[in-house]
């Protein structure tokens, strides 16, 4: 019996161990049907979890610009609401896609509502923490950056030796074979992450 078991959890392992592309993952979407990220098999995709009332909001247009710039390209940004981040992402998916749409006239897929830390977190943010661990907000010239290195330094000095998502706005770039490649933290500007699109388009 012990040896059944012992292999049971073997293959238990091996499976989980065996995500190794984004591709490999099942999400949510806005009505809570399952959606396949094979669907975005190809494509270099840009997974960002958000908020509709943080100061990193407005966001959602610049996001917008570079899809519409890329996408026939081959980009896609795939938007991950959560609200774990001072509560800033209330409401229900759909008064979610509501104001996105309605405000910033976002045309790029969207999600339901996550958990990205913690107990509840997303299996596919779990990965992608994983892959791509936190490196530090940018705060050389960077008055954001240095804002938020200040922040996270007042609630847990020792925050940066921790994988888990920062802020609002944090984003992966996934690459045309699913591999999560870079990681961009709210404060890094735009065009440092338009030059790693570009790059891999």
Known sequence: MKKLLFILMSFITLGLSAQESVYDFTV???NNED???KDYSGKVLLIVNT??????????KELQALYEKYQARG??????PCNQFGEQAPGTNEEIHDFCTGTY????????????????EAPIFKFLKEKQG???FETENNETGKMMDQMMSRRDPGYKDKSDIKWNFTKFLVNKKGEVIARFEPSDSMMKLETAIRRNL
């Open 105 to 120: 006239n976002t045309t790029f897929a969207q999600f339901a509502k996550i958990d990205v830390n913690g107990e509840n």
């Open 134 to 136: 936190f490196k530090g």
């Open 28 to 30: 949510k979407g806005l």
């Open 35 to 37: 959606v396949s990220l």
């Open 75 to 80: 980009f896609e940004v795939l938007d991950f």
């Open 51 to 60: 908020a509709t009332k943080c100061g990193f909001t407005p966001q959602y």
